[in-house]
């Protein structure tokens, strides 16, 4: 007998435990998946910025940004600058950033700060693949990051 509810136990800590590794998803009705916003709470480098590989080399710093849920807050790195700034939901997988402010440093190459603010700005909801933050203006992913 104890050996029949140690296995059940046991089968309802496995379950329990794959439900909890799966969590950063959820389904909508329509079947398509919805982003469990907790997942951005962490930092992110740039890896893509308007469909194309970001080059670091140019850059003081690789381009980041890190969501903190406490006030709605998302800082990081431009490339040469810090930036700060807030965000909030608007709806499932809905998010806006701004105002961002940054820092006034000059760099010899200010190209890739230039488009990735400009891009942050356009950026109207989120969404994860294969592990990758994708900040996207309508369907179109406007910047993809990595988990740092």
């Known amino acids: 007998m104890r050996k029949v509810i140690y296995g059940a136990l046991a089968a309802v800590a496995i379950m329990t435990a794959a439900g909890c590794a799966n969590s950063k998803q959820t389904q909508n009705n329509d079947g398509t998946a919805t982003a469990d916003s907790t997942a951005l709470y962490r930092e992110w480098n740039l890896v893509e910025l308007e469909g194309q590989a970001v080059d670091t080399s140019t850059t003081a710093h690789v381009p980041t940004i890190l969501f903190t849920q406490d006030g709605h807050r998302v800082s ?7 930036m700060m700034g807030s965000f ?13 402010a940054s820092t006034k440093m000059a760099c010899p190459d200010m190209k890739m700060e230039d488009a990735y603010l400009k891009a942050l700005d ?27």
């Open 88 to 100: 909030t939901f608007s709806g499932s997988n809905q998010i806006k950033l701004g105002p961002m």
């Open 122 to 148: 356009k950026v109207d909801n989120y969404s994860f693949e294969n592990g990758n933050l994708l900040l996207n203006n309508e369907k179109t992913p406007v910047a993809k990051f990595a988990a740092k």
């Open 76 to 82: 990081g790195h431009a490339g040469c600058n810090r």
